[in-house]
């Protein structure tokens, strides 16, 4: 006996044996019929314990404590069995008692007496509490369409009914549709204005329900002035309430310009940053940011939240415990950054965000450096601040494990930039980058591949760290005076590519004519050092240096005559200078009304003029005059006017052929003869001297 | 070139003038000079004075300027917990 069907244990062999003994062969017909009476008790008792009679019991059959009967092992599976069927027996007759009475509730919803409707809103609210009924509710649109007219003429007990109703239903996907069909949304809208609270809850979580899941839904909670009655809410102090309104507020807005604008027309950035500052329910905070996120990449938003207070009030929670709060305040932070660097008090989050430096998460250093890179532009206190709290150190260590992610190094560096120059500590950060052993580092940053936006800020950076003289062995010793020339050359070669000055050579976002004045720029202060000046001259520089003074870009005109200024400080060097025909660009340049390049090129002229005859100075003397003392009145004054500028012009012109004329040697051996033509000796002198000095500096 | 000479100043003198300012403007801008050059500042420190209150006061060469990094991070979706 398997047991499948009389419920009995199998009996073995032995037991067999023992039972026999113990039960006598006459009794075995009475001993079946009593095991089959109590089969059915058995399993009636397994089925339905509750039809037990108090104190009734049924013969045990189990006789392995450790092995449970069938029955027994059958018994849990048939009461859930039993408890469905019973589910389903009653969700039957909830249906059809439902069914029978929504036509006559939904008369009854549009009687004319106040109190028949505040009933039978009662009666379809209870209905709703049950999912057979509520099914029913949701699939009659007339019903639907009568509890949203409820919502909005009944009394107020009438439209807390109605509201918990539309709540109730919005549970559903097809509640939702049958709300959003019948206009719900709309009155929804309208009753966000209701001075019941509990009005107000059902009316805000029903609306975050639909803008969850029905389709069309945002588009309609626009159209009906929803974002105008949802920013007023804001100033609701119930922190769960505020967490469904800022949800809402974030549905709406993202990827929505218009409804950031009417987020901001009504004041809704002062009313999140006071959120921000001054509760501490996470959830409440998290979906706050999330909105302050959004709107942080409108650029009109962007003022009203940093002037609210935005950065301060972000920054509080950099240090809490919840990461997805901590990354959004980043984000947010990091889309703020660039139109608050003039903002006070920030002294704070500038020390986290040095800490947060150290961090190995890359989304944290992404932000961190980005915040820090903007908060320190031309904000002299920050700078020092950030420098007095570690951060050069801390900004070379984020480079080094940047590795190649460009969204950790650029901001770094230009961080590491901005510290290095323009304030009183920057001397410091310059030698503090050398103490942290950060110029190696930096430096491999100008090898290959290019990511031009990184390169572009190492190469300034790598100007202001040649501002210390202890700097400049270092930097020599890192290989920075070839890897600055050659990209010189290659930016210089891609400008020319395209041949004319209204186009500009883009990579990676950045214009290669940059790259060209940071690394003269560069190599300018880099040449302030002899031994340095020496390698920079060994390169055959000094031709495309002469050409750059031509250059359209004034910065590059200033920073060329720079470094040969600098290079002519050795004698070898101003012969070079002079045999390239430096000296007619440098005469004109004379006359540029910026001070630094009217500056250098006065200094060329007068390092190339050393040995040259006293007519030659008195002519360099002569344009000077012109120039030098044009901002001057007193020395104008000295100066006969009219006579003087006709003359000037006439004797410079003379002048600027006469030294064209008087190049003497050159530097790459005969060049081509057209000494009469001398714009065309200048321009065809300096195509060849390029060609030669990329024949000798191949770019690898 | 006499008519382009200062009344009362000789090339020479102008040519002195001129040197003096560009050397101190070098100097201003944290450029090197040369010993000659250092030397004839230290031959003129009359003119050398007289310029000084002439230079301008405000700074020159700095180098590039400071720049925002403009971080419009493109919105994206928060997972919804």
Partial sequence: DSGIQSGATTVREEDETESNKKFPTENTTDLDGQYSLTRAQRVRAAMFPETLVEGESTLPTQTDPDQQTNVQRLAEPSQLLKTAIVHLINY??????????????????????????????????????????????????????????????????????????????????????????????????????????????????????????????????????????????????????????????????YGNQESKLIILANGGPESLVFIMRNYNYEKLLWTTSRVLKVLSVCPSNKPAIVDAGGMQALGQHLTGSSQRLVQNCLWTLRNLSDAATKQEGL????????????????????????????????????????????????????????????????????????????????????????????????????????YWPVVKATVGLIRNLALCPANQAPLREAGAIPRLVNLLLKAHQDTQRLGSSAQQTYQDGVRMEEIVEGCTGALHILARDPINRGEISSMQTIPLFVQLLYSYVENVKRVSAGVLCELALDKQSAELIDAEGASAPLMELLHSPNEGIATYAAAVLFRISEDKSSDYRKRVSVELTHSLFKHDPAAWEMVSEANTHLASTLLGIHVFMDLALCTGVQSFGPSPNCSHKVGSMKLSKISWGQAQLLKNNPIP | MNREEAPGKSPEEMYIQQKVRVLLMLKKMGSNLTPNEEAFLRNYAGVVHSQMSQLPQHNIDQGAEDVVMAFSRSETEDRRQ
């Fill in chain 1, 347 to 450: 002294d704070g989050l500038l020390q986290i965000l040095v800490t947060q430096l150290g961090s190995d998460e890359l989304n944290m250093l992404t932000c961190a450096t980005g915040i820090l890179s903007n908060l320190t532009c031309n904000n002299a206190r920050n700078k020092a601040l950030v420098c007095q709290s570690g951060g050069v150190e801390a900004l070379i260590h984020a480079v080094l494990r940047a590795g190649q992610k460009e969204d950790v190094c650029e901001p770094a560096v230009c961080a590491l930039r901005h510290l290095t120059s323009r304030h009183a500590h920057a001397e410091l950060a310059q030698n503090a980058v050398r103490l942290h052993y950060g110029i190696p580092a930096i430096t491999k940053l100008l090898g290959q591949p290019y």
């Fill in chain 1, 92 to 253: 039957q007759d909830d249906a059809e008692l439902a069914t029978r009475a929504v036509p006559e509730l939904t008369k009854l919803l549009a009687d004319e007496d106040q109190v028949v409707v505040n009933k039978a809103a009662l009666i379809v609210n209870q209905l709703t509490r049950k999912e057979a009924s509520r099914r029913v509710l949701m699939q009659s649109p007339q019903m639907v369409a009568a509890v949203v007219r409820a919502l909005q003429a009944g009394d107020l007990e009438t439209s807390r009914c109605a509201a918990s109703v539309l709540h109730s239903l919005s549970h559903q996907r097809e509640g939702l549709l049958a709300i959003f069909k019948s206009g719900g949304i709309p009155a929804l809208v309208r009753m966000l204005s209701s001075p019941m609270e509990s009005v107000l809850f059902y009316s805000i979580t029903t609306l975050h329900n639909l803008l969850l899941h029905q389709e069309g839904a945002k588009m309609a909670v626009r159209l009906a002035d929803g974002l105008q009655r949802m920013v007023p809410l804001l100033k609701k102090t119930n922190p769960k309430f505020l967490a469904i309104t800022t949800d809402c507020l974030q549905l709406l807005s």
